[in-house]
């Protein structure tokens, strides 16, 4: 690790909704620009904010993991984006508890930023995500 701070590009994905969902999310160092995690995750059948929030836990996990102390959340969900800077409440009982888990993970760092980013500047994330959802349907 070259840096203290990280940029994170998440994205979910579920066919059908609910459906068989994935998450993507994609670590790249801000000082050398270089991608340090990769993470795609079969999830089942869930829905696209299910997806949505667990490619934010991922990365968030895994930046901690890493040993970085900032980070920069980038997605393509305006929702979840909005959500996690307190500008939209979580109001879905089942998305409260994974909600909880994202805002104690940002707790643990010394600064966060969060962004909406247009779905075309998302791609590495998004390929993932899908790569995941690939990965666990039956062949």
Do not use: C
């Not at 620009?33 to 490619?55: C, D, H, I, K, M």
């Not at 929702?79 to 994974?98: D, F, N, S, T």
């Amino acid at each position: 690790m070259s840096s203290r701070r990280v940029l994170i590009h998440t994205d979910g994905a579920a066919r059908g909704n609910p459906g068989p969902a994935g998450a993507g999310a994609v670590l790249r160092d801000t000082d050398s620009g270089e991608v340090v995690a990769e993470l795609a995750r079969f999830l089942g059948v869930q829905t696209n904010n299910v997806a949505e929030w667990s490619a934010v836990e991922d990365g968030l996990t895994e930046a901690q993991r890493l040993g970085y102390r900032e980070v920069d959340l980038r997605m393509d969900s305006q929702l979840v984006a909005r959500q996690i800077a307190g500008r939209y409440r979580v109001k879905h009982p089942g998305l409260k508890p994974i909600h909880a888990r994202v805002m104690a993970l940002l707790a643990g760092f010394d600064a966060y930023t969060v962004g909406h980013v247009p779905r075309e500047l998302n791609g590495h994330a998004d390929r993932l995500s899908n790569v995941a959802v690939d990965q666990g349907l039956p062949a």
